[in-house]
């Protein structure tokens, strides 16, 4: 039993992981600062929805996966917040938003 | 009427502060559960000195439609998470952002930020500012913010508020 | 499998604190920390159960909570100049 549920628990690891190392990558690579805030929430929907279900997985039903379930549930509410708060400051603060037809013209 | 609607607030929120709390503790001695009921008292004595109880703290009023939306929601943000992986992963990165506003057709607050939150957490498309009647938003590709335009979003959350899911 | 988990936890950790620190301006950084803050409550989490230690969980649950109130505190700090109400 608990050898099955550790094989259903890693095709939700590795997903987790794909997403999670996608998002890193798309946040070190996007040209500015705003298209860096949609691999931001790569990870912090999938990648960490993911990672918990496989956890989850591997702690059964217990204690431990109810605790496991507050994590996504918390970072539903805060996520949002958060990357609003810090978008929105940004366009206050005067960031312009890059474009691609602003790189072809200066190029 | 008003009072009434207020003691059923503080008993939402004392229902998931309780909850949270035998989530957490795990132990169902009596003690503990004296524990936890006195702390959630105390919880809700302080956010009624803040006068933060009423239909935004805990919209229990939404919750059966929330339950028909969330799923749907969910699939989206799985849909364009797929959609972003793949674009940051293509060699040429074919992205064009654009930043423009988009009509929000909702009446109260509270649903115009279920929008505003439903639109940033889908990855491709950012709320970053709110304004009555409008949601500024920055979207990856124009493919993007044609979805958005198309308003199914937009209709599912105006359906939220009338209660018609 | 949880290793390489815990592996690939720590190499996008990597990738998003090179961000943090060639990050243009303050926005920049303070995004790239806020994804390493998701990251790293994930880290605490798996790293929780390559122990065999559930008692992590409570941990990442707390930092999930506390880097939320920091990410809007240093942001705060650094579009006002202050944290209070102090002029």
Not at chain 2, 21 to 31: A, K, N, R, V
Not at chain 3, 64 to 80: D, Q, R
């Given at each position: ?107 | ?165 | ?58 941990l990442s649950l707390v930092y999930a909570l506390i880097s939320f109130v920091g990410t809007l505190a240093a942001l705060k700090y650094f579009t006002h100049g202050h944290l209070g109400d102090s002029p």
């Amino acid at each position: 039993m608990s050898l099955v549920a550790e094989y259903l628990s890693w095709p939700f690891l590795i997903a987790g992981s794909f997403f999670l190392l996608v998002g890193a990558i798309g946040v070190l690579r996007m040209p500015d600062f705003f298209t860096r805030l949609h691999p931001a929430g790569l990870v912090d929907t999938l990648g960490a929805g993911f990672i918990v279900v496989g956890l989850m997985c591997e702690a059964g039903f217990s204690q431990t996966s109810l605790k496991l379930l507050l994590i996504p549930v918390f970072l539903f509410f805060t996520t949002p917040t958060a990357n609003h708060a810090v978008s929105h400051a940004a366009l206050a603060d005067g960031v312009k938003p890059w474009t691609r037809q602003k790189e072809n013209d200066s190029s | 009427m008003y009072g009434g609607r207020k003691l059923a607030h503080t008993f939402g929120l004392f229902s998931v502060l309780f909850g949270v709390w035998l989530i957490l503790s795990g132990f169902f001695t009596p003690f503990f559960l004296v524990m936890g009921v006195g702390c959630s008292v105390f919880a809700i004595f302080l956010a009624m000195r803040m006068e933060v109880i009423d239909h935004e703290a805990y919209p229990f009023h939404l919750t059966g439609s929330l339950l028909a939306y969330l799923p749907w929601l969910f699939w989206q943000v799985v849909l364009s998470n797929i959609d972003v992986a793949r674009k940051i992963l293509h060699p040429r990165l074919p992205i064009s952002p654009v930043l423009t506003w988009v009509p929000a057709g909702q009446k109260s607050d509270l649903v115009t930020v279920i929008h505003a939150n439903s639109i940033t957490l889908t990855p491709g498309t950012v709320a970053t500012a709110v304004e009555h009647g409008r949601i500024q938003v920055h979207c990856l590709t124009p493919e993007n913010l044609a979805e958005l335009e198309a308003g199914v979003l937009d209709r599912r959350v105006t359906a939220l508020e009338s209660g018609h899911q | 499998m949880i290793f390489i988990t815990l592996v690939a936890v720590i190499l996008g950790m990597g990738i998003t604190l090179v961000r943090a620190i060639a990050g243009p301006t303050i926005f920049d950084r303070i995004l790239a920390v806020n994804v390493a803050n998701t990251q790293t409550v994930l880290l605490i989490a798996v790293l929780g159960f390559l122990t065999e230690r559930p008692d992590f969980i409570d941990l990442s649950l707390v930092y999930a909570l506390i880097s939320f109130v920091g990410t809007l505190a240093a942001l705060k700090y650094f579009t006002h100049g202050h944290l209070g109400d102090s002029p």
